[in-house]
RNA sequence: GGAGGAAUGGCAGAGUGGUCGAUUGCGGCAGUCUUGAAAACUGUUGAACUGAAAGGUUCCAGGGGUUCGAAUCCCUUUUCCUCCGCCA
């Protein structure tokens, strides 16, 4: 959610920054402006009417005491009059807050500068690429065909437990996971991310404050009966750690890194992009989370880059970084950097990670503030990125390195994995 | 799931209808003292909205109610604690 501050303030660069990211409903800013004033207006002359009826209390109060029961009774009457009249102002009020509350979670953030204008992926800036693609001879396999040829993984007994989208890795896939998952946790607590195991199902408070709902409700599981949310990413149990909490500027920065499943409902989804590992409705993911002072926050944004650019690296992966463009970022980010495979065998880039600058979009919904060296409270700033998720990587892993004799895995992991070739 | 009890500022803990936004202690910050630190002493120390400021309003788990007036009384939701039941 954007401060209302920076909309007051900054009203330009607010327009300007949505016109970035394809936001048509540019109006909205003017309507949330008005209802301000109106919310000024009223709020003031509620407090006004409260003032007094809190001025005559004390009177009655005094004048009780005194015995001077006639007097109290005259402005006992007085003040039912302006409780009525509060009441009105009261439900006037509310409903202009709400109004104005829910334009303003409409609004997506504001792009950082540093992103390129467009809309498609097409417009996405590759900022680095690795400079030769890999060729594999004609009989290479896609992941899917793989994963069957070794026993890693059965798509089939998946639908048959829950549906399509929920794979069952068997024994050497199972391990591979598990190894995996143990690699990427000991290099972001190497890199002094705080590893933590939150709940994978969290309440509509915490939806909120990292921007899934209302935005995206219907991209997660809902639990009904308890009301309760299956995490899309560890990003929503992680971020609201610190929702209500006011931080002390020493603290930053707050790292934190936790592996879970992740569920998305992924509606609509068909074809070749939902085929083998490419799109899944269980997932793991090892995410890597930072509270940051805004000085800091892009700076950090780089570090966590280099990050996972080193696992990548350590996988012996190909892949290519982009900056993604205004049109193709999420609603809540600011500046985001996406991190792509090379899915040899499929011929197409896969989506590994994707990490981000929140700026205070999401401190601004869960409140999280902290009080600079001035005295002054301000929102933090929040920041994530997968480091990594899991099944195209996997998809990658064994499109890639496939060979005659077997899956060949990269050195980096194999302690983690407990196999140098999977045959 | 059943029966009781509780929820107050960063923490601990007073306050049971009228200057209570809240006594006090600890912690934090600033100062005195000190070569420096500690100790001691003094002062200061919640947030939101509004206002140029002075000030005003709101907030004592959340919501609703009673009253001229609620941290204090009533209803309700949530959470925590104790006991019982169930359970990996």
Redesign the pocket.
């Known amino acids: 959610m954007i401060a209302l501050n920076l909309i007051r303030n900054e009203k330009e660069r607010v327009l300007q920054g949505l016109q970035k990211k394809h936001f048509t409903a540019i109006h909205l800013v003017d309507e949330i402006l008005t209802l301000?004033e109106v919310r000024?207006t009223t709020?003031?002359q509620?407090?006004?009417l409260?003032?007094q009826?809190?001025v005559?209390?004390?009177q009655?109060?005094g004048l009780?005491k005194e015995g001077k029961k006639a007097e109290a009774e005259a402005i006992?009457l007085q003040?039912?009059e302006w409780?009525a009249s509060t009441e009105t102002l009261k439900t006037e009020l509310a409903q202009t807050e709400q109004k104005q509350f829910d334009l303003l979670v409409l609004l997506p953030n504001i792009p950082s500068q540093l992103v390129p204008n467009g809309r498609t992926p097409e417009d996405n800036e590759v900022i680095y690429t690795v400079p030769e693609l890999p060729t594999l001879s004609s009989t290479a396999k896609p992941h899917w065909e793989l994963t069957e040829q070794y026993g890693l993984i059965d798509f089939e007994l998946g639908v048959k437990l829950t549906g399509a989208g929920f794979p069952v890795y068997t024994n050497k896939g199972a391990r591979l996971q598990r190894g995996l998952i143990n690699f990427f946790l000991d290099r972001a607590t190497a890199a002094g991310y705080v590893e933590m195991m939150p709940p994978l199902l969290v309440n509509a408070d915490s939806g909120f404050g990292t921007g899934q709902l209302p935005d995206k409700e219907g991209q997660m599981y809902h639990a009904t009966v308890d009301d309760f949310y299956l995490i899309p990413t560890a990003e929503v149990p992680l971020t609201n750690i610190y929702r209500d909490v006011?931080l002390k500027e020493e603290q930053f920065p707050i790292k934190m890194c936790g592996y879970t499943p992740c569920f998305r409902r992924e509606a609509g989804s068909y074809g070749k992009d939902v085929r083998g590992l490419n799109r899944l409705h269980q997932f793991d993911k090892v995410e890597i989370v930072q509270f940051e002072h805004p000085d800091k926050s892009y700076n950090t944004l780089e570090t966590m880059v280099k990050h996972v650019e080193g696992l990548l690296k350590e996988l012996e992966l190909p892949y290519r970084i982009l900056r993604l463009c205004g049109g193709d970022m999420s609603f809540a980010s600011a500046l985001t950097y996406d991190f792509e495979v090379w899915s040899a065998a499929q011929q197409r880039w896969l989506e590994v990670s994707s990490t981000s600058n929140f700026e205070s979009f999401q401190t601004n919904r869960m409140k999280t503030?902290f009080?600079d060296s001035s005295g002054k409270?301000q929102l933090a700033h929040t920041l994530n990125g997968s480091a990594l998720a899991l099944p195209r990587i996997v998809a990658a892993l064994l499109e890639n390195n496939q060979t005659a004799s077997g899956i060949r895995l990269p050195k980096a992991i194999h302690s983690f994995v407990g196999m140098e070739i999977i045959n």
């Open positions: 301000d000024k709020q003031k509620m407090d006004d409260l003032a009826q809190n005559a209390a004390k009655i109060g009780m006992k003040v039912a409780k006011i503030r009080k409270m």
